[in-house]
């Protein structure tokens, strides 16, 4: 196993003619650990990777991998490998010969880079397929292929940009679950582009929540969901109420609200049943909306409809306040 490398962006910023992509970015993202850049569509965390990959220019700032400046440095001088959402397979070219392609282009012979592109396509399960074609390959197969090839250069760091998005709902759970083992057996450090708040808290040791071109809020990923920092993390995560106090703003988490015969009256206004938990909203005689996570099983035991009638309640110490 080798050992992980920190990736630290020093006032990192990316501009396009006027739009700021990327504000000043201040981050060390620890050697090793599984880290999920998350934010909506537009918040600047493609531009974030593919500045760490080479494949676009920083404006100002620099990117360090294990202490040294690789900003300047061309792609595959970097130590790092980018794994794209398209997988950009070669169509003309073998399973095996595209996870060796990059080794071909650095001179490697045939006989070694089968041996090393064999070697990977154990790792990703595909030995079977090595001599199809990419057209003969499901997209969760075609998906293995191409980690394989961004693996085949033992790069440092794994830069993925969304890379379960083509997948569909079922073979994306279990893609993830690959990923993240494998990511423990290599144990360097995978920086992985989502938008998913539920793929980033199921991957990341670390989630890194970014937000109109800088980071809201970076942490071990149940303290970004236990403690998010701010409205726009508390809503984005989902899961939790924003509560308005005289004095500023709180979070409430949704399962933490549960109904009874005391409390703060209010009006059903949605049911939805999630198979474990039941979310139900209701609107208060003031006119906010609270999100409650119902067990099932208590929710069906005394099931409610839109326009009942309810008492919403949850002990204070629940709430966690918000800094802005
Ligand atoms: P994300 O990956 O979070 O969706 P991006 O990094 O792709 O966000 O984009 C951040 C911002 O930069 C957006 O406003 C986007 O329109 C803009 N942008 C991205 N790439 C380019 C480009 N090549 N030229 C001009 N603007 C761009
Ligand atoms: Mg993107």
């Known amino acids: 196993m080798r050992t992980g490398y920190d990736v630290e962006l020093v006032h990192l910023t990316k501009r396009y ?3 700021v992509a990327v504000r000043d970015l201040n981050h060390v993202f620890a050697k090793g650990h599984y880290v999920c850049l998350l934010g909506p569509s537009g918040c600047g965390k493609s531009s974030t990777l593919r500045m760490i990959a080479g494949h676009e220019e920083v404006s100002d700032g620099s990117i360090l991998l294990d202490g040294q400046d690789i900003s ?6 970097r130590g790092t490998a980018m794994m794209f959402q398209n997988y950009a397979l070669f169509p003309h070219l073998s399973v095996r010969d595209n996870v060796a392609f990059s080794l071909r282009m650095k001179g490697v012979e045939k006989t070694a880079r089968h041996a090393k592109a064999d070697e990977l396509l154990s790792l990703v399960d595909m030995t079977h397929l090595a001599d199809r074609s990419p057209a003969q390959l499901s997209g969760g197969q075609q998906q293995r292929v191409a980690l394989a090839r961004a693996l085949v250069t033992e790069p440092k760091v794994l830069l993925l940009d969304e890379p379960l998005s083509a ?6 759970i279990r893609m993830r679950s690959e990923l993240k083992k494998l990511q423990r057996e290599l144990g ?4 992985h582009v989502t938008h998913g708040q539920d793929e980033a808290l ?3 040791d670390e989630i890194v929540v970014m937000n109109d071109a800088v980071i809201e809020q970076a942490g071990p990923a ?4 236990t403690r998010p920092r701010t409205e ?6 989902g899961g939790h109420n924003v509560i308005a106090l005289p004095d500023g703003k709180a979070t409430l988490r949704a399962d933490a609200v549960t109904l009874g015969t005391e409390g703060m009256p209010a009006t059903v206004t949605a049911v939805e ?7 139900l909203t209701a609107r208060t005689e003031t006119g906010e909306d609270v999100l409650a996570l119902l067990p099932e099983g208590e929710f069906f035991a005394s099931p409610k409809s839109p326009g009942e009638a309810v008492r919403l309640s949850w002990t204070e110490g629940r709430m966690h306040r918000l800094e802005a």
């Not at 049943?273 to 979310?279: D, F, H, L, T």
């Open 17 to 19: 003619g006027d739009t």
């Open 72 to 77: 300047a440095l061309p792609p595959a001088q």
């Open 167 to 172: 997948l569909d709902p079922f073979l994306r």
């Open 188 to 191: 360097i450090t995978f920086i």
């Open 202 to 204: 199921a991957l990341a």
């Open 222 to 225: 149940r303290e970004v969901w």
């Open 232 to 237: 726009f993390v508390a809503r984005f995560i």
């Open 273 to 279: 049943y999630q198979g474990a938990s039941v979310a």
